[in-house]
């Protein structure tokens, strides 16, 4: 499975951007797409995923400030970030669960948030 991700950058506090992600290769089938992050010195976490039947699940930190939406169809995803804060720094992996319970991911894509 391949991935392309886009829309990381910098950003001031408070600002927003939109991750997107698209996958593509030979899956069996699709259960969830998602973002992972992780920053320097810490370990990978769950930001957010969406089911193909369009459960949703944020991380605590996030909720209220993210929105994730997509299309497991088409194998597309985005993050909606709002409200970022400093904390929110981090490269962002794009993932995508197939019904066997494999778990596929994205080279990654750079968010800081900083004045």
């Known amino acids: 499975v391949q991935f392309v991700e886009s829309g990381g950058g910098l950003v001031q506090p408070g600002g927003s951007l939109r991750l997107s992600c698209a996958a593509s290769g030979s899956v069996s089938g699709i259960y969830a797409m998602g973002w992972y992050r992780q920053a320097p010195g810490k370990q990978r976490d769950v930001v957010a995923s969406i089911t193909t039947t369009g459960r949703t699940n944020y991380a605590d930190s996030v909720k209220g400030r993210f929105t994730i939406s997509g299309d497991n169809a088409k194998r597309t995803v985005y993050l909606q970030m709002n409200s970022l804060k400093p904390e929110d720094t981090a490269l962002y992996y794009c993932?995508?669960?197939?019904?066997?319970?494999?778990?596929?991911w994205g080279q990654g894509t750079q968010v800081t948030v900083s004045s």
């Open positions: 993932t995508l669960n197939d019904d066997t319970g494999h778990l596929y």
